[in-house]
């Protein structure tokens, strides 16, 4: 997503460092089956990927179609754009997926492309966006007639883990905060099915993924590191605006490492999703 016009209306508040990439990188690998699996590709041929950040997805989709395909994924970072296309060389993948740099408020699609695409995804871009309706109106528009639009996104307000964990609860709160100081929703994903009624979609389905594990899984430390790097992404919001201290913000993050060894600890959240298909007149 990027053109200078739009660059004020998206605000991704974790960054791009090399710890966020990789935070990302890992995300994809805990979430992309489960995302695929709600997905139920069938007779797509055209996919458009908005947000396609790292292009894990992107690629997995493509490789899930049986036949002949045209998948695009459009990113709006740089620096994302590049490792998106140096994982699919080094994956030997490269003609599968299409990138191209672009804002998600103002698709850079060429004119015989809109209104073309028989799937239209999009995952953890509304929360990061002041105007989601444009971008889910602008995704309604690239779709064909009887093509499908699939939202995934966060409501961070669902997040819970048991036993507490020393001064997560006041961490947690001031991430949610941080959203709103940039612009964002942090509620997003309760407004998934509002924001395909209002673009004109129907058939109309909502369900949860859930994204949450236990102490005794191997992934269970990767799913709390995840969480970490999420709230560690928000550090400087955080401290700029003061919803918290330094001290008591490295000091939350420092109990949350220790949390994550325990042997009776449970992380639950679930993603939002929604999917909907544009009406064929």
Not at 2 to 28: F, K, M, V, W
Not at 207 to 221: K, L, Q, Y
């Amino acid at each position: 997503m990027s053109t200078a016009s739009h660059q004020s209306d998206s605000h991704y508040i974790h960054g791009t460092s090399p710890e966020e990439q990789a935070r990302l990188s890992l995300l994809n690998d805990l979430l992309n089956k489960a995302c695929l699996k709600e997905m139920k590709l069938g007779q797509e041929k055209r996919i458009l990927d908005i947000g396609s950040g790292l292009g894990q997805f992107t690629r997995l989709m493509a490789k899930s179609i049986q036949h002949e395909s045209f998948v695009l994924g459009i990113e709006r970072d740089q620096q994302q754009l590049r490792q998106a296309i140096d994982f699919a060389h080094s994956s030997k993948e490269q003609e599968l997926v299409l990138f191209r740099q672009g804002d998600a408020t103002q698709l850079p699609l060429e004119k015989a492309e809109w209104g073309s695409f028989d799937l239209v995804h999009a995952r953890f871009v509304l929360e990061h966006v002041r105007q989601p309706v444009e971008v889910v109106q602008q995704m309604a528009a690239a779709c064909r007639p009887g093509g499908r639009l699939v939202l995934a996104d966060d409501d961070h307000d669902i997040f819970r883990l048991y036993p507490e964990c020393p001064g997560f609860n006041e961490l947690w709160q001031a991430y949610i905060r941080s959203y709103d100081r940039l612009g964002n929703d942090p509620y997003l994903g309760r407004r998934l099915v509002q924001l395909l009624h209002d673009a004109g979609m129907h058939k109309i389905r909502n369900t949860f993924i859930f994204f949450g594990d236990c102490a005794g899984n191997s992934t269970f430390e990767a799913f709390v590191d995840n969480i970490i790097g999420v709230v560690n992404g928000a550090r400087s919001v955080i401290i700029d605006h003061q919803l918290l201290s330094a001290s008591f913000f490295d000091q939350g993050i420092a109990a949350m490492h220790q949390w994550k060894k325990r042997k009776d600890a449970a992380l639950w959240y679930a993603m939002h999703w929604a999917e909907a298909y544009k009406p064929t007149k």
